[in-house]
Protein backbone atom coordinates (compact mmCIF):
# COMPACT_ATOMS: atom_id res chain seq x y z
CA UNK A 1 0.00 0.00 0.00
CA UNK A 2 1.46 3.54 -0.61
CA UNK A 3 -0.11 6.68 0.78
CA UNK A 4 -0.74 8.76 -1.91
CA UNK A 5 0.50 12.84 -2.01
CA UNK A 6 -2.06 15.04 -0.94
CA UNK A 7 -2.97 19.02 -0.91
CA UNK A 8 -5.75 20.47 1.14
CA UNK A 9 -6.54 24.13 2.02
CA UNK A 10 -10.00 25.73 2.60
CA UNK A 11 -11.25 24.08 -0.82
CA UNK A 12 -11.15 20.47 0.09
CA UNK A 13 -8.41 18.06 -1.32
CA UNK A 14 -6.18 17.50 -4.45
CA UNK A 15 -3.91 13.89 -5.21
CA UNK A 16 -1.67 13.52 -7.22
CA UNK A 17 0.19 10.02 -8.80
CA UNK A 18 3.25 11.11 -10.74
CA UNK A 19 4.70 8.22 -13.09
CA UNK A 20 8.39 7.43 -12.06
CA UNK A 21 7.71 9.65 -9.29
CA UNK A 22 4.85 8.71 -7.01
CA UNK A 23 4.91 5.10 -8.18
CA UNK A 24 8.49 3.22 -10.17
CA UNK A 25 7.08 3.01 -13.48
CA UNK A 26 5.64 5.45 -16.31
CA UNK A 27 1.46 5.55 -17.05
CA UNK A 28 1.13 4.38 -20.27
CA UNK A 29 -2.76 3.10 -19.51
CA UNK A 30 -5.53 4.28 -17.52
CA UNK A 31 -8.70 2.62 -16.43
CA UNK A 32 -11.51 2.42 -14.00
CA UNK A 33 -14.29 0.18 -12.83
CA UNK A 34 -17.58 1.40 -11.39
CA UNK A 35 -21.20 0.59 -11.17
CA UNK A 36 -20.11 -3.00 -10.12
CA UNK A 37 -22.96 -5.01 -8.72
CA UNK A 38 -22.52 -7.40 -6.06
CA UNK A 39 -19.77 -8.84 -8.06
CA UNK A 40 -16.03 -10.02 -8.25
CA UNK A 41 -13.78 -9.05 -10.90
CA UNK A 42 -10.19 -9.50 -12.06
CA UNK A 43 -9.48 -12.81 -11.03
CA UNK A 44 -6.48 -13.62 -12.99
CA UNK A 45 -2.47 -12.63 -12.58
CA UNK A 46 -0.23 -10.60 -15.39
CA UNK A 47 2.92 -11.36 -16.89
CA UNK A 48 4.59 -8.45 -17.13
CA UNK A 49 1.98 -5.38 -16.19
CA UNK A 50 2.47 -3.47 -12.87
CA UNK A 51 -0.32 -1.10 -11.92
CA UNK A 52 -1.77 1.08 -8.80
CA UNK A 53 -5.02 0.35 -7.77
CA UNK A 54 -6.92 3.34 -6.21
CA UNK A 55 -10.34 3.74 -5.01
CA UNK A 56 -11.35 7.50 -5.39
CA UNK A 57 -14.98 7.25 -4.39
CA UNK A 58 -16.36 4.65 -1.87
CA UNK A 59 -14.66 1.19 -1.19
CA UNK A 60 -13.43 -2.31 -2.92
CA UNK A 61 -11.56 -5.38 -1.76
CA UNK A 62 -8.48 -6.14 -3.31
CA UNK A 63 -7.37 -9.97 -2.76
CA UNK A 64 -3.75 -10.75 -3.99
CA UNK A 65 -3.02 -14.08 -3.92
CA UNK A 66 1.07 -15.51 -4.69
CA UNK A 67 0.66 -19.02 -5.50
CA UNK A 68 1.10 -19.54 -1.39
CA UNK A 69 -0.05 -17.03 0.59
CA UNK A 70 -2.99 -14.52 -0.04
CA UNK A 71 -3.93 -11.28 1.59
CA UNK A 72 -7.06 -9.45 1.81
CA UNK A 73 -6.43 -5.04 1.40
CA UNK A 74 -9.18 -2.89 1.49
CA UNK A 75 -9.26 0.40 -0.85
CA UNK A 76 -11.28 2.98 1.03
CA UNK A 77 -9.80 6.50 0.83
CA UNK A 78 -8.97 8.24 -2.49
CA UNK A 79 -5.84 8.91 -1.10
CA UNK A 80 -4.35 5.16 -0.41
CA UNK A 81 -2.98 3.14 -3.27
CA UNK A 82 -2.12 0.01 -3.76
CA UNK A 83 0.58 -1.05 -5.94
CA UNK A 84 -0.10 -4.58 -7.58
CA UNK A 85 3.71 -6.36 -9.57
CA UNK A 86 3.22 -9.05 -12.31
CA UNK A 87 2.85 -12.32 -11.36
CA UNK A 88 -0.03 -11.87 -8.85
CA UNK A 89 -3.27 -13.75 -9.25
CA UNK A 90 -5.95 -10.49 -8.19
CA UNK A 91 -9.21 -10.87 -7.44
CA UNK A 92 -11.62 -7.36 -7.06
CA UNK A 93 -15.07 -7.67 -4.76
CA UNK A 94 -17.23 -6.03 -1.91
CA UNK A 95 -17.53 -2.80 -4.11
CA UNK A 96 -19.39 -0.57 -2.15
CA UNK A 97 -22.20 1.62 -3.85
CA UNK A 98 -20.99 4.54 -5.62
CA UNK A 99 -17.32 3.02 -5.57
CA UNK A 100 -14.73 4.03 -8.29
CA UNK A 101 -11.47 1.88 -8.73
CA UNK A 102 -9.17 3.53 -10.81
CA UNK A 103 -6.19 1.69 -12.01
CA UNK A 104 -2.71 3.27 -13.41
CA UNK A 105 -0.91 0.91 -15.15
CA UNK A 106 2.46 0.71 -16.81
CA UNK A 107 1.68 -0.36 -20.38
CA UNK A 108 -1.15 -0.56 -23.54
CA UNK A 109 -3.95 -3.48 -23.03
CA UNK A 110 -2.31 -6.49 -23.88
CA UNK A 111 -4.52 -9.96 -24.05
CA UNK A 112 -1.93 -11.73 -24.10
CA UNK A 113 -0.33 -10.34 -20.96
CA UNK A 114 -2.81 -11.96 -19.00
CA UNK A 115 -2.95 -15.71 -17.28
CA UNK A 116 -7.04 -16.34 -16.49
CA UNK A 117 -6.79 -19.34 -15.62
CA UNK A 118 -5.84 -20.42 -11.91
CA UNK A 119 -4.03 -23.81 -12.60
CA UNK A 120 -2.01 -21.96 -15.44
CA UNK A 121 -0.89 -19.40 -13.13
CA UNK A 122 0.34 -22.13 -10.74
CA UNK A 123 2.38 -23.60 -13.17
CA UNK A 124 3.40 -20.40 -14.64
CA UNK A 125 4.78 -19.58 -11.02
CA UNK A 126 6.83 -22.99 -10.79
CA UNK A 127 4.21 -24.38 -8.13
P1 LIG B 1 -11.77 -7.81 -17.84
O1 LIG B 1 -10.32 -8.13 -17.96
O2 LIG B 1 -12.76 -8.94 -17.87
O3 LIG B 1 -12.03 -6.92 -16.53
P2 LIG B 1 -11.69 -7.29 -14.99
O4 LIG B 1 -10.25 -7.69 -14.95
O5 LIG B 1 -11.97 -6.03 -14.22
O6 LIG B 1 -12.60 -8.38 -14.53
O7 LIG B 1 -12.11 -6.77 -18.99
C1 LIG B 1 -13.43 -6.51 -19.42
C2 LIG B 1 -13.39 -6.13 -20.89
O8 LIG B 1 -12.69 -4.91 -21.08
C3 LIG B 1 -12.71 -7.17 -21.75
O9 LIG B 1 -13.50 -7.37 -22.91
C4 LIG B 1 -11.38 -6.55 -22.13
C5 LIG B 1 -11.68 -5.07 -22.09
N1 LIG B 1 -10.54 -4.23 -21.72
C6 LIG B 1 -9.94 -3.46 -22.68
O10 LIG B 1 -10.31 -3.48 -23.87
N2 LIG B 1 -8.89 -2.66 -22.33
C7 LIG B 1 -8.42 -2.61 -21.06
O11 LIG B 1 -7.47 -1.84 -20.77
C8 LIG B 1 -9.04 -3.44 -20.06
C9 LIG B 1 -8.54 -3.44 -18.64
C10 LIG B 1 -10.09 -4.23 -20.43
Given amino acids: M ?8 NRGYLSVVEGEVDIPFEIKRIYYLYMVPEASR ?7 LYQLMI ?11 DGRNKKTF ?10 VAPGL ?9 GAVCLVLAN ?12 NDFLKYKGL
Avoid: C, M
Avoid at 2 to 9: A, N, T, V
Avoid at 74 to 82: A, E, F, Q, R
Fill in 55 to 65: ATSGSVHVTLD
Fill in 89 to 97: WRTLDDFSG
Fill in 42 to 48: GSHAHKQ
Fill in 74 to 83: VLDKPWKGLL
Fill in 107 to 118: NKYDAEDYIRDY
Fill in 2 to 9: IEIRRFSD
